[in-house]
């Protein structure tokens, strides 16, 4: 079970930090995702983050504003936020994964999905 926090809302050009626990045993061996999905639009990936935290990948409108990372110890992954824009407004969702081939960037790929935390970016 994956349990998302740490949306609300914030004027453009603030931060935030969503977390995401996991209810399991074997966190450390789930490659990790952020996705977002705005009113009227497909679920998109953000970031992504291998089940050692050593490879990381973001979508090209989250790259320089956004660091995904993780803490096996505490089973959660977190996604900070900067810079943030009215377009950033959506649900955002974390997702594990079990596919090791590479780092997974599709919905597809991720087999556990937590409920998203809703982020609104005012302007």
């Known amino acids: 079970q994956l349990q998302a926090s740490g949306g609300g809302l914030v004027q453009a050009g603030g931060s935030l930090r969503l977390s995401c626990a996991a209810s399991?045993?074997?966190?450390?061996?789930?490659?990790m995702g952020w996705f977002r999905q705005a009113p009227g639009k497909e679920r998109e990936s953000v970031a992504a983050?291998?089940?050692?935290?050593?490879?990381?990948s973001y979508a090209d409108s989250a790259k320089g504003r956004s660091t995904i990372s993780r803490d096996n110890a505490k089973n959660t992954v977190y996604l900070q936020m900067n810079n943030l824009k009215p377009e950033d407004t959506a649900v955002y969702y974390c997702?594990?994964?079990?596919?090791?081939?590479?780092?997974?960037?599709?919905?597809?790929?991720?087999?556990?999905w937590g409920q998203g935390t809703l982020v609104t970016v005012s302007s």
């Open positions: 997702a594990a994964s079990s596919y090791l081939e590479s780092l997974p960037e599709l919905p597809s790929q991720y087999g556990y």
């Open positions: 399991v045993r074997t966190f450390s061996s789930y490659n």
């Open positions: 983050i291998s089940w050692s935290g050593g490879y990381t």
